[in-house]
Structure formats: structure tokens, C-alpha cells
């Protein structure tokens, strides 16, 4: 009886926070990567758009002629959260490598076996790869993402 109160609570607790209502209208989706936010409000049936880069706010109202470019932004900005967690991923895995080829080294100077050392090689160097190509898609996508918020901004 217990566990299934637990449950209960944490679904009303996951799903209160999802469905804020504001004064005028209902925000839809909100994201935060970075510097840069996007916030959609839903009001009588029309949609608008806050989006943000640091202290520089827009507000825009969606319509035919930015409907896909506000939709690029949310895309993009969605992508560069996605990248974020990424490299955060792809550092961890490295910086745990790291550390278990240092600690087999501090442990066992000698005994350290030959497969070890060629298989901790080639993992470290895909790891490293991953890094580097992450970073280096994520410096993309954050350029994408400050293009589309100049061009919807001015």
C-alpha cells in the first residue's frame, strides 16, 4: 500500500510541474541550453515564442513567414542540449579510463599484462575521438543556434 502511495505521489509530482498554467495563457515547451531559452505560450489557439540569448529577450508571435524558423531554433536548441550531455558522457568515459590505467600502473608497475595496455590503448584513443568530434559538433550546432536566433531577432 505504501509503494503504490509512493508512486502515486511521484506521477502527481512529475506530472503538476509539466503543466504549469500562467496567468494569460499555458506554456507548452520550455528548454534552457547554455545561454540561450526558448519558451512557448499557448494563447487561444495562438502561439508565442519568448526566446533568449544571456539578458537579450524576444518575444515573437508565430505566423506562416517564422513558423520554420522558430521551429529550426527549437530544433536546434534541443540538438545543442542533446550534444551538451554528450560530451559530458564522452569526458566521463575518458576520465574513468583514465583513472583505471592509473591505477593498474600505481597497483601492478610490472605485472601489468600486454592485452591489457593495447585494449586500454584503443579505448582511450576512441574515447578521445569521441570527445573531440563531440566538441567539435557542438561548436557547430551552437553557431547554427546563433543564427537562427539573429535571424528571428532581427
Known amino acids: 500500500m505504501k509503494s503504490k502511495l509512493i508512486i502515486v505521489l511521484c506521477l502527481i509530482g512529475i506530472m503538476v510541474p509539466s503543466s504549469k498554467i500562467l496567468a494569460n495563457g499555458e506554456i507548452i515547451t520550455k528548454k534552457e541550453v547554455r545561454n540561450y531559452y526558448y519558451i512557448v505560450d499557448k494563447e ?7 526566446i533568449g ?3 537579450s529577450n524576444s ?11 522558430l521551429e ?3 530544433n536546434a536548441v534541443n540538438k545543442l542540449s542533446q550534444q551538451n550531455l554528450e560530451l559530458y558522457v564522452s569526458i566521463a568515459y ?10 593498474s600502473f600505481i597497483k601492478k608497475k ?7 595496455l593495447i585494449i586500454m590503448f584503443v579505448l582511450l584513443i576512441i574515447s578521445i575521438n569521441a ?3 563531440t566538441s567539435i559538433s557542438l561548436s557547430v550546432t551552437d ?8 535571424r528571428l531577432t532581427h
Do not use: A, C, H, M
Open 53 to 55: 540569448y544571456k539578458s
Open 131 to 133: 570527445v573531440v568530434q
Open 143 to 150: 553557431k547554427e543556434v546563433q543564427f537562427l536566433y539573429l
Open 44 to 50: 487561444n489557439n495562438k502561439y508565442t515564442w519568448k
Open 110 to 116: 610490472n605485472d601489468i599484462p600486454k592485452w591489457f
Open 59 to 69: 518575444i515573437i508571435k508565430e505566423n506562416k513567414e517564422n513558423e520554420l524558423n
Open 72 to 74: 529550426d531554433f527549437r
Open 94 to 103: 575518458l576520465v574513468i579510463l583514465l583513472l583505471i590505467l592509473l591505477i
